[in-house]
């Protein structure tokens, strides 16, 4: 099993930034592979940023040159750095963690284990 517990959203003004943060539990191996994702009010959720075992990035094109992912495997956390935030950036920010092997890096879906949400709202 895996744990995920997200925090650092808050209320910001349009081009601030914020840092997420999600500390990660459990089976090491179950979560090799970790990402972002984000539901916005009244819509789908969406992938924001994914991460491999190895450091590779994905990005969503909304969030390019903006947002930056990281980890850091000591302190088994994961990281959402949000620079130049707009207020179609508003949404609950979910982390999310899969096995790698379970689907190639370029796929979204599936994640097995998912945080409880922590939300971002964006004023303009």
């Known amino acids: 099993q895996v744990q995920l517990v997200e925090s650092g959203g808050g209320s910001v003004q349009a081009g601030d930034s914020l840092r997420l943060s999600c500390v990660a539990s459990?089976?090491?191996?179950?979560?090799?592979?970790m990402a972002w994702f984000r539901q916005p009010p009244g819509k789908q959720r969406e992938g924001v940023a994914k991460?491999?075992?190895?450091?590779?990035?994905t990005y969503a094109d909304s969030v390019k040159g903006r947002f930056t992912i990281s980890k850091d495997d000591a302190k088994n956390t994961l990281y959402l750095q949000m620079d130049s935030l707009i207020p179609e950036d508003t949404a609950m920010y979910y982390c999310?963690?899969?096995?790698?092997?379970?689907?190639?890096?370029?796929?979204?879906?599936?994640?097995?284990?998912w945080g409880q949400g922590t939300q971002v709202t964006v004023s303009s």
């Open positions: 999310a963690a899969r096995p790698c092997y379970i689907a190639p890096l370029g796929d979204w879906q599936p994640y097995n284990y």
């Open positions: 459990g089976s090491t191996y179950n979560r090799d592979c």
């Open positions: 991460i491999d075992t190895l450091g590779r990035t």
